[in-house]
RNA sequence: GGCAGCGUAGCUCAGUUGGUUAGAGCACCGGCUUCAUAAGCCGGGUGUCGCCGGUUCAAGUCCGGCCGCUGCUACCA
């Protein structure tokens, strides 16, 4: 790659809340970008992706306060939990942030110093509903009360859900805040905007023609806010609000879509400032961000107007660089449906990573992505077929039917000819090559499958099966169709190796070292030795699919009053302790060194088999892996608390070690470990974080 | 209500500036092969291209209307 052509990319994807666990959806969009940053860096271009949590707002101060714990506490765990779910999508930031850090901070002062000065920050009185208990103001969802129009109970602040009237909260009989339960008042508070409308002849040339949007996205933004007067956008919340205080403006805080997208400067801050740079060599406007960056923001169509109006006049207004384009991507349904938490279809990554290979899920959403703005769709039976037939059939199979044979001898010394296969191929790239730079990854993994089909094709023409029987005189002729059929198979795992980075490990480790540049397409290898095969890739079983969806049910079916959204759907959500009955029901044994506990080797299992024991009254027959070719028998007391079918495919937790036991059913060869007792009945089986696998030791 | 997008084989989707008998993968059926993680190869489609109408020598592709689905409709994150 010549020294001219190598760009200078800057990604960023949307902050996730948190207030909220990773789910599949929010992947869509991780694992989109990931792609594309790791092309870009194959292709031997400067590329950066950044990301950071988002973290402020009236939901994290109220989520906060009903866990009993700072903002900050919570906001660190919820880190801590985001960070694990993408290292185990093998999601690679070049650096992950917060809002919530002294960088931002700083730059958002310095932003809005460069609004105050070109006068477009004013001040206004906004009349909003007060919660007197709870010492807050109340956003629209966080008040319920009686209609005015139809008189239909316990409707939302902004609009009935029964007879479809919109009005003010204010309007509604008898509020009531869902906070506290009190009777909120309406109160008057200051409030700043930062005025939009002379920022409108800006706007409608930057997103008609700045090349940065789809011309579907600037004939949407262009009929329904440019044309008429831009209203002022409410940019700061009154105290208490989670957030950063205005410098200028005690008692106010900027609201968290302000800080937000900031943080996409600031991670670039952090990031530069370790690799002894500047953020300036980024977002400045020539001088040294020069030859200038390429900025991509990845972005939900949700969040479409924050990112292509606010956003750019904010940047416009602080005189730096403008979004080189704003990728907008649709929603994810699955089986055809919004996800559903009852229909068991509201997948959580971690979820996910319990009971599948995140190489499925890369690879199926890249066959999916075509960059435009189309929603998605998960089917469940379409995306196990597809893997199973691509990856497994068609791609790692091919190194599967043909590595054997290079074992002892390696790849043959010249590279043999293949009829123009390999050829075919490298040309190829080009073309797989831009679709995946214009991010059409259902073009690009339509034109690598088409190349396996023909390394296919030509495994079965040439039989080197039958040469491996021939004898010694065809060792030669076997040897160079093996070669060959190695050769294409890396080549595709090349133009894999964006969308599976561990597949294209374990590739460089079969033959020829690690993959490093899209250029190795171009060139088969040839005279270097061959590992020992060993299994590249698992198909996706349709147990592991029901394992999955059963786990992404909730345990019970939710109150038909359940509390607003942005409440913890799960883990202790109210402000009083856990009950004590379970610890006194069942008193702390007796202590124990830590030697003793190195005694009981506990190891992390997956369940593949699970089946009712008919005789038994609470056994349950279960056939557990503990990695590799290792497996247990072993009986566990949960029947009639846990679905056999559903627990099929999940990881629990064993004791490994645990002397066979001779039961009435069969041999017991360990033991499956659960919480219960304190006089619940129920049976509860651990499960391990996301990333475990069968056979790692708990310490 | 308004606006936008979508509606192509059982499923998931391609169909470039309108141009010959509308394609792919999967599923399914038949045959071959048996090296490979029940993998591979060859062959097999009479689909009203949502419905109706229009423009054109020619429309899945352009225009209008209708139906269905989805999304958006700034102080919601």
Known sequence: MNAPTRRRILVTSALPYANGQIHLGHLVEYIQTDIFVRFQKLRGHEAVYLCADDTHGTAIMIRARAEGRSERELIAAMREDHLADFAGFRIEFDHYGSTDSDANRRLCGEIWRSLRDKGLVVSRDVKQLFDPKAGVFLADRFVRG????????????????KCNATYSPADLVDPVSTLSGATPEIRSAEHLFVQLEPMQGFLREWTKDSGALDP??????????????????????????FGFEIPDAPGHYWYVWFDAPVGYIAATDEWSAAQGGSWKAWWHRGGTNEPAAEIHHFIGKDITYFHTLFWPAMLEAAGLALPTKVRIHGFLTVNGEKMSKSRGTFLLARTYLDHLDPACLRYYYAAKLSGDIDDIDLNLEDFAAKVNSD???????LASRTARWLEGTGLSETYPDDGGLFAQGALDGAEI???YDDCDFARAMRLVMAAADRANAYVDAEQPWKLAKAGPESAEKLREVATVALNLFRQIVVYLTPVLPDLAAETGALVGGPILSWEESRHPLTGVPVAPFKPLARRVEAPQ????????????PPSPLSPPSNLP?????SVTTDPAEPLAAEPLAPQCTIDDFAKVDLRVARILAAEE???AKKLLKLTVSLGGEERRTVFAGIKGFHDPAALEGRLVVVVANLAPRQMKFGLSEGMVVAASGA????????SPDSGALPGMRLH
Do not use: M
């Open 146 to 161: 009686t209609c005015p129009r139809c008189k239909a109970a316990d409707q939302y602040g902004d609009a009935c859900e």
């Open 216 to 241: 579907r996205i600037s004939n949407y933004l262009t009929g329904h806010f440019l044309g008429e007067p831009l209203r002022d956008w409410d940019i700061s919340r009154p105290a208490p609000y």
């Open 391 to 397: 990856l497994v059939g068609k791609v790692v199979n």
């Open 433 to 435: 090559a831009a679709a």
């Open 545 to 556: 699919l029901e394992a999955l969806v059963a786990a992404s049910k909730p345990a019970t």
């Open 569 to 573: 759907s799960s883990g202790n959500a």
């Open 613 to 615: 024991v008919p005789e």
């Open 679 to 686: 006089g619940a009945t129920g049976v509860y089986l651990l």
